[in-house]
């Protein structure tokens, strides 16, 4: 039904934001309204001035979606007069083809990868600001920046001089394949190393390029939820592996799947550490025509009780296992660096995946890092950081076990950014997270990184971002929520 100028303004709902962000809801929904023929040729709108006032927003945000609403073809304005509708769009825009029928009904008809990845129980990335104890980071503020930002400027300014290159650049890939041979026991040559903007980015692209519809993959239960995601929204049959004091089991009964994920250094969430045994065992369902390997390093770089496990990988005799690393967790989360080793005779289509699906991280950063790398700034990084997280990491371990014993059990891992503790009583950890969060200290919920199987319920916490009063203080928060 046409609707009348006077009532415009109860068709429009804006959420709160800037004026940017209004200005573009505004287009978009006058732009909708005309579209589908709710605003018919020659209708005059109020004038910015009324618009703006009905709506509660500045005269700027209504001019602004006036006047590309006329860019558009939508409206016409001359100067001093109301718009008016310049098309009749119920009929002819659809007869063209330009409004999708969604477009009508108000729901887009998603691809199955996108309606998968909407389903999933993950947040990307949280709204709120970054609150202790929330898992999963380092502390960006020690982080050092002016050392960093001398490499960023010394590599923008060689810029001039450089080749415009490949991909992924021959510096950062040499000096990784030097440092993830050394210090986590990788075999692998450069040209086998590929730099992505995140862990999740290479998770992303081995998805694309080896899953199809109904294959089956293997991964931890609980797990990390980021990987369930990628390969499930590519069509995976993804079925969860129960964890023991060894780390990942296999289910007996099933045949070797297409794909195994696994965490062994620290698994994500429990941080427990695959025994050689177990090891060994999935690397002899990776034979040729078996099961691929993805092993996923994300905190590797931080042991602190003995010297590290090297990674599975350095195992592989049959070139099936996949390395995923990020600098997400060993220097900023911001930095948007990660990286993938592939098996070599998927590095090429791999190669051709990462240039259509456009996962490629910016040579100026790439070639900062390799200098960074390089002049062993990573590596006198990683020195203090594991110094300071074990302190954190014991700080918080003994906290729990003084504080809130008799609640909670702690699980001390070997290493990594984060630990669990289990619930000894109830199972309603989303509850407790739920209370804590409202008292200022932010946890994820046990159960929510649980497969399939009844879920261990209890508390996710970092150590590593937070400093020792911080620390102290969200323990002195949680005690008095329990
Ligand atoms: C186990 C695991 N792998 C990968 C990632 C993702 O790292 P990135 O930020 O590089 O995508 C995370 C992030 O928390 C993680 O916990």
Redesign the pocket.
Known sequence: MPVSEGMIFALIDLKRADDEGLAVQLTSQLRNLIATGRLGKGSALPSSRRLAGDLGVSRNTVTYAFEQLAAEGYLETSNGRRPVVAIDGGERIEAAGAVAPSVRSGKPRLSPWASKLRQTDWPMSYQAPLRPLRP?HGDFREFPNEIWARCLRRSAVRAAKREPGPVNRTRLREALAHYLATSRGVRATADQIMILP???AALTLIASVLISPGDEVWVEDPG?P?AAAAFRASGARVTGMKLDEQGMQRMPGLAAPKLIFM?PSHQ?PTGRLMSLARRTEFLGLSRPGGSWIVE?D?DGEFHYDSRPVPALQGLDAHGRVFYVG?F?KAMT?DIRL?YLVAPSVLVSTLEIAQRHIGLIASSHVQEALAEFIGDGHFLAHLRRMRRLYHARRDHLAEGLERHLGDVLSTEVPSGGIQLVARLKRGRADRAAVKRLVEAGVETRALSSLALGRPPDHGLLLGFAAWRENEISAALRTMASCF
């Open positions: 999963g995140s862990a999740q990390y980021g965490t994500h996923d994300y990020t997400s989360s990660g």
